[in-house]
C-alpha cells in the first residue's frame, strides 16, 4: 500500500466557540499532489497552521511521516518544506543573500543548491538583485525557492500562484510535476481550480470547516464539466439540505 506523508485524524480547531475546522480526517500520500479546496474561511489556512505545528488543534491529531506533529515537538516538520501566505524577506539583499542566509539553518545546502533552487523557479537573472526591487510574483518565486531550499519530502503551498503571470502559472504546473515525479509529495491549497484540476492527483473540498468530499479527481469530475463545476455543486449542497 501507498506510504502516508501527511495523516489527519478528526482535526478540530475552535476559537472561542466557533468552529473552524470540525472533525477533519484525510490522508496525503508519498509522491501524488493533494489539492486543498475551499471557498474563504472554510478553514484551510487554520488546517495548514495546525500541520505546521503553529496552532494546537482542539481536537485530533496531526502526523508527519508517521509521528505526530504538536506545537512543542516539530521534529518531523525538518523534511517539510512550506510556503504560506506573503513571504518575508530582507529587502536591501539580493534574493541569493536571503537564500544564503536561510541556508545557515541547513549544514547540507551550498551555494550550488541555492543556485539550483534559484534555477528552478525561473530567478536566475534577478538572483543578484535587491528583495526590495522584485515584483510580488518574483517574491512568490523566492519563497519557493526557499521552501525548496533543503530538499523536502513534503511541500505545503499555500496559494503559491499567487502574483504570477499566466507565463509563471504554466512554470508552476511543470515544476510541481516534476517534483512529484522525483518523489516530492505536494500539499496545494488553491483557489484557481483549473491549475488545481492539472496538477492535483487527489483533492479534498473544505466548507464551513468540515470535510465535504475527497477523492481522485477523475472520480470526483464524474457527470460535471470541470473541477470548478464540482466544487460549485459541493459547496451548496450543505446549505440547500
Known amino acids: 500500500m501507498p506510504e502516508n506523508v501527511l495523516r489527519l485524524s478528526h482535526l478540530s480547531k475552535r476559537f472561542k466557540g466557533v468552529k473552524a475546522v470540525e472533525n ?12 486543498f479546496l475551499g471557498p474563504n474561511g472554510a478553514g484551510k489556512t ?24 504538536t506545537p512543542e515537538d516539530t521534529t518531523p516538520l525538518r523534511e517539510v518544506g512550506a510556503l504560506v501566505g506573503a513571504p518575508g524577506f530582507y529587502p536591501y539583499l539580493s534574493g541569493r543573500a536571503n537564500l544564503r542566509l536561510l541556508a545557515r ?3 547540507t545546502v551550498n551555494e550550488a543548491r541555492i543556485a539550483a533552487v534559484l534555477g528552478q523557479v525561473g530567478l536566475e537573472a534577478a538572483a543578484d538583485r535587491k528583495a526590495k526591487t522584485y ?13 525548496l531550499l533543503h530538499r523536502p519530502r513534503l511541500l505545503i503551498l499555500d496559494e503559491p500562484t499567487s502574483g504570477l503571470d499566466p507565463v509563471g502559472m504554466a512554470e508552476m504546473r511543470t ?30 473540498v473544505l466548507h464551513r470547516g468540515q470535510l465535504l468530499a475527497q477523492g481522485p479527481v477523475a472520480n470526483l469530475l464524474h457527470g460535471h464539466q470541470d473541477l470548478e463545476a464540482f466544487f460549485m455543486a459541493a459547496i451548496a449542497a450543505p446549505s440547500q439540505q
Open 24 to 35: 477533519l480526517t484525510l490522508e496525503v500520500q508519498v509522491g501524488e499532489c493533494f489539492g
Open 46 to 69: 487554520t488546517t495548514i497552521s495546525m500541520i505546521l505545528g503553529l496552532l494546537r488543534p482542539t481536537g485530533g491529531r496531526v502526523e508527519v511521516f508517521g509521528r505526530p506533529v
Open 105 to 107: 539553518l541547513y549544514p
Open 135 to 147: 515584483s510580488t510574483g518574483m517574491k512568490q518565486r523566492l519563497g519557493l525557492a526557499a521552501a
Open 175 to 204: 515544476l510541481l510535476r516534476e517534483l512529484t515525479a522525483d518523489g516530492v509529495t505536494v500539499f496545494l491549497s488553491s483557489h484557481l481550480l483549473h491549475e488545481v484540476e492539472q496538477v492535483c492527483d487527489r483533492v479534498a
